[in-house]
DNA sequence: TCAATCAATCAAAACGTTTTGCTAAGTTGG
DNA sequence: CCAACTTAGCAAAACGTTTTGATTGATTGA
C-alpha cells in the first residue's frame, strides 16, 4: 500500500502539500496539482482511514447493534440502515447481539474502542445494558431503535396503537376469545403491543381478559410449538367451552409458525381460526393465506434512524440542545396500519 | 475518553509500562502491575483500536459483501459469519452491495481504505470486479463464497450436484415438462444449477430441451410475475400440448413468489403443479405446501469462510503455499442434499 | 571485588495522516 | 523602490498506540 509520503517523494513535493491537494485546505497551483493527482492514481494511493480517524475526530463509522439478523424485520431494517449510512460516507459495524446481555456488553465495548462516531442500537434485552449507559456516558451518540428508552434519542413505531388496530378489528368482527403469543415477557415492544390490543378490545366491547398469554422468543419455532401445545389442551377443539378463535402474534415470525401448526392441525385459516401477525416483512403477503399484520414502516424507520444519528454526530445540521447546552432528546414516533390480508375473518359461527 | 497517556500520569509510570503490563511482553514487578491495573479500572480506559491498527499489523476487522441483506439465506449466512468472526476476536464491516457493480467497486475501495485484514466477498455479479482484482493484486486476503472463481480461495456448495438431484428426482417422479425460473442470466450459480437439472433430467430419461427457461432477478417477485405472465400463455393450462407440471427455481424467494402466484391461479400444488426451490432457508419448511428445495449448509458455509480466511491471515496456523512462497489457492467444496416435502410429487394423470 | 547477568523501567521512534506556523518568492500600490 | 500582501510550498507537531534500545540497581559467580 503506497502511503502518502510514497506519493509526496514521487511527486517531488512534501506530506503536506499532498494532503492539501487533497483536502482542498490551502492553495495549490494548478501545475502541482495536476502532478500530484497523477502520481496518486499512478500508485494507486488510497488514504489509510485509521490514521485519519486518529488524528481528525471522526472515524465515519457507526456502530450497529441487532438483536438477530436471521429475523426478516432485523435484516431488512440493517439492509436500509446500511444504504442509507453509506450513501452518507460511513461504514457501518455489524453486531448480531443474539438477545444476550454479556455479547451485548462485549460489542459495546469493541465499538468504543473502534471509535465510531455513533450507535444504532436494537435493544433486545429487557433491561437497558450498563455496558450502554456507560458508552452514553462517553460521550457516543446512541440512537435507539423500536423501543422507546428515556434520556435517549430513538426511532421507534406505535406499538401500542398498532395492538389497539389489531384489537378492534377482531372484537368487530365477532371474536370473543383470543390467544396472544407474545415475545419475550416484559420486553417494551411486546408489552405495548399487548396493552394496544387488550386496548382495542375493550373498546370495541369484547372481553379483554378472555384472551390466553403465552411468551416466548421472538421466532416461528415459538409460534409453531406453542400452537401445538394449545391444541394438545384442546384449545381449538371445535366443542370446546371457550374456543379460541384467533391467534394474535407479536410478530410475523411468531404469526408464521403458527400458521404452519395451524395447517398441520387441519384448522383452517381463517375458516377455523383466524391469525394476526405484527411487523409487516414481505413474506406475509406471500404466504397462503396471506397474513393480515401490522406493517412497520421498516425503511422509513432504518432513514429516520441514520438521520438522526448523523444529525447528533454532524456539526452544524443544528442538531437541537436543550438549555444546558447539551444535546437534546429526540423520539421519533412512525405510525403503523393494519394490513388486512385473507388470514383474518369473521369466528366460525 | 482516557488515553494510555492518562493512564500513565495517574499511576505514575511510562506510558510504555502501561502498555507492557497489557500486552505482558516484558516483565513488570506486581507491585506496579496491580497500581496500572487499578488506574485503568478506575478511568475506564479502553485502548485506541485505531492507534493499535496503524502501529500494528493487525486491524483486527474483516470485510462482508453481500448482495442483498434482505434475502433470508444471504442474512442468515451473514449472521453466522458475524458471530464466528467475533469469536475469533474480529468486528466485520457491512456491505450490500445489492447486485452493482459501481456499489462493489465504491465499498471495496472503503474497505481498502480501512485497512481490513481480509474480506469475505459474495458475488453478485457477473464479471469479476476489476476493484476487487486490485485489492488482491494489493495483498488483501479474500474468500469468495458460493461461486467458484479461479486463483481466489472460496467456499462453495455444489451447485451443479444440487440441481443434478432436483433433475434426477423430477424425471423419476414421471415429469417431462418443466420450467426453470432462474436467477440473473449468466450468473455461475445458476447456470451451474442450471446445467446440473439438464443434466439429471438426462441420465433420468428426460428430455432436457423440454424446459422453457425465464431468468430474472433472485426475488419473489421474479417468481410471481413469471408464473402470472405464463400462465396468461396458458403454459399450465390442463389442455395445453406440452402443459408444463414443474416449476424449479433457481432460489427458495423466487419459489416462494411463485408459490404465492400459483396459489392466486387456483393451481394445486403439488396437486397441479410440483415446484421446487434452492438454497433450503428456514421459511421453505414454513409454507404450505413445504417447499422441496436444496438445502444448503448455511452454517457450514459461513464457518468455513472465517476459518478459511482466517488461517490465510493469522500467521503460523499453516495456511499452505506453493513452491513460489504465494499463497495457495484453496476450493472448500461443501455438498446440498434434496429435501423433499410437500410442494413436489408425481405430475397430474 | 569486579565483571556479567538480570529485573524493572523509561525514552524515543515509528505508524500515516491533518493541521498550523513559517518562509520564500512574486505581486501590488503608492 | 519599498512596505504590505498574496501565493505556494515546506517542516514539524499532534493523534494513541507498540516496539525496541538504553538505563539503573540489584544480584550473581568466581
Redesign the interface.
Known sequence: ?ATIKDVARAAGVSVSTVSHVLSGNRPISEATRLRVMDTIARL?Y??????Q??VGKS?C?LG?LVP???N?FF??V??TI??AA?DRGY??????T?LDPAREA??L??L????VDGLIYFPGTRVPNPALT?AIA??VPVVVVDERIDNLSGVFVDNFDGGRQVGTFLAQLGHRSFLFLGGPEGLPTVIDRLNGVRTGLGTAGAPADAMRLHFGEYR?SHG?ETIHACAREGMFAREAAQRVTVVIAANDMIA??A??AL?ELNLRVPHDCSLVGFDGI??T????P?LTTVQQPSGKVATSAVQLLLSRIEPGNGHMRDENGRFSVSHIILPVSLVVRESAAAPPA
Chains 1, 2 share one sequence.
Open positions: 500500500m494507486g488510497r488514504p489509510n482511514l485509521l490514521a480517524g486518529l472515524t463509522s450497529l438477530d439478523l436471521a426478516p435484516s431488512s440493517a439492509e446500511e444504504i453509506h461504514s457501518l459495524i455489524l453486531c448480531n443474539n462485549d460489542y465495548a469493541v468504543l474502542s473502534r471509535q456507560e462517553g460521550g416461528a409453531y408464521l409458525g400458521l404452519r395447517r414481505d413474506l403477503a406471500l404466504v397462503t396471506s
